[in-house]
């Protein structure tokens, strides 16, 4: 209900006519129709004359722009006035419809959780082991992706959970990846002598390089006694909700 309505209810229910308010507040009869018609906004020190003589509250007028604040700040955004409609005869409701309307509203949500949303593990950094290295956990914790934001080919998932990757992918970024051979200037997930290193692959003159994708990490150079696989080929930064 807008302010301009509101001050109409109020009024009526104190019986005043709009000549009877205007005279109180100092305007013309006029000017509260176009008030209360939502055609112009008091003035601050008529809103006040007008809160006094009506004997409410400014919470009494601004109760619907407090609640759409609330709703914004909560949801990021404001309810549809398709979605204000459906509340309002929601609340009008029988208590059988409004469980009837809840048991709807369930089906169909449970539906579209099991048609639109796909769940991949995502495993997660655990005990870093030198500045740049870290080890993996072996657990993963579930990531669940909506299907048109899938990443072609991705098998599993990563998440980034420090800033020395910046600038190709920030802390928190959640990263696709797929079971195969990294190419020349790919950048997969490396496991040297049991150390984990997310690195651009790259070789020179037969000799394995694994190259940091930021300026303070020192490139990885592997031997040939040493312990190096593959874990995966990155194929990039996913949309999703992680359920740890």
């Given at each position: 209900?807008?302010?301009?309505?509101?001050?109409?209810?109020?009024?009526?229910?104190?019986?005043?006519?709009?000549a009877q308010l205007a005279e109180m507040v100092h305007v013309t009869a006029s000017a509260?129709?176009?008030?209360?018609?939502?055609?112009?906004?008091?003035?601050?020190?008529?809103?006040?004359?007008?809160?006094?003589?009506?004997?409410?509250?400014?919470?009494?007028?601004?109760?619907?722009?407090?609640?759409?604040?609330?709703?914004?700040?909560?949801?990021?955004?404001?309810?549809?006035?398709?979605?204000?409609?459906?509340?309002?005869?929601?609340?009008?409701?029988?208590?059988?419809?409004?469980?009837?309307?809840?048991?709807?509203?369930?089906?169909?949500?449970d539906r579209m959780q099991h048609e639109e949303w796909v769940v991949f593990p995502c495993?997660?950094?655990?005990?870093?082991?030198?500045?740049?290295?870290?080890?993996?956990?072996?657990?993963?914790?579930?990531?669940?992706?909506?299907?048109?934001?899938?990443?072609?080919?991705?098998?599993?998932?990563?998440?980034?959970?420090?800033?020395?990757?910046?600038?190709?992918?920030?802390?928190?970024?959640?990263?696709?990846?797929?079971?195969?051979?990294?190419?020349?200037?790919?950048?997969?997930?490396?496991?040297?002598?049991?150390?984990?290193?997310?690195r651009l692959f790259y070789r020179k003159d037969g000799v394995i390089r694994l190259r940091?994708?930021?300026?303070?990490?020192?490139?990885?150079?592997?031997?040939?006694?040493?312990?190096?696989?593959?874990?995966?080929?990155?194929?990039?930064?996913?949309?999703?909700?992680?359920?740890?």
């Amino acid at each position: 209900m807008v302010i301009g309505k509101r001050l109409q209810k109020r009024r009526k229910e104190l019986n005043l006519s709009r000549a009877q308010l205007a005279e109180m507040v100092h305007v013309t009869a006029s000017a509260i129709a176009n008030y209360e018609n939502s055609i112009s906004y008091p003035k601050p020190d008529i809103l006040i004359s007008l809160i006094l003589a009506l004997k409410i509250d400014a919470n009494y007028l601004f109760e619907d722009y407090l609640k759409d604040q609330m709703v914004l700040t909560t949801y990021g955004q404001e309810l549809s006035a398709e979605e204000k409609d459906a509340i309002t005869k929601y609340r009008e409701l029988s208590n059988k419809g409004k469980r009837f309307v809840r048991t709807v509203i369930d089906e169909e949500y449970d539906r579209m959780q099991h048609e639109e949303w796909v769940v991949f593990p995502c495993y997660q950094p655990g005990e870093r082991n030198g500045d740049a290295a870290f080890l993996m956990t072996p657990h993963p914790d579930v990531f669940r992706v909506r299907r048109e934001n899938i990443v072609d080919g991705m098998e599993y998932c990563f998440q980034i959970q420090t800033d020395r990757y910046e600038p190709v992918f920030k802390k928190n970024d959640v990263i696709a990846l797929a079971q195969q051979p990294v190419g020349e200037n790919e950048i997969g997930i490396f496991s040297l002598n049991g150390a984990c290193y997310i690195r651009l692959f790259y070789r020179k003159d037969g000799v394995i390089r694994l190259r940091a994708l930021n300026v303070m990490d020192p490139d990885v150079e592997v031997h040939e006694n040493d312990r190096f696989e593959c874990f995966g080929k990155i194929l990039g930064k996913v949309q999703g909700i992680l359920d740890s």
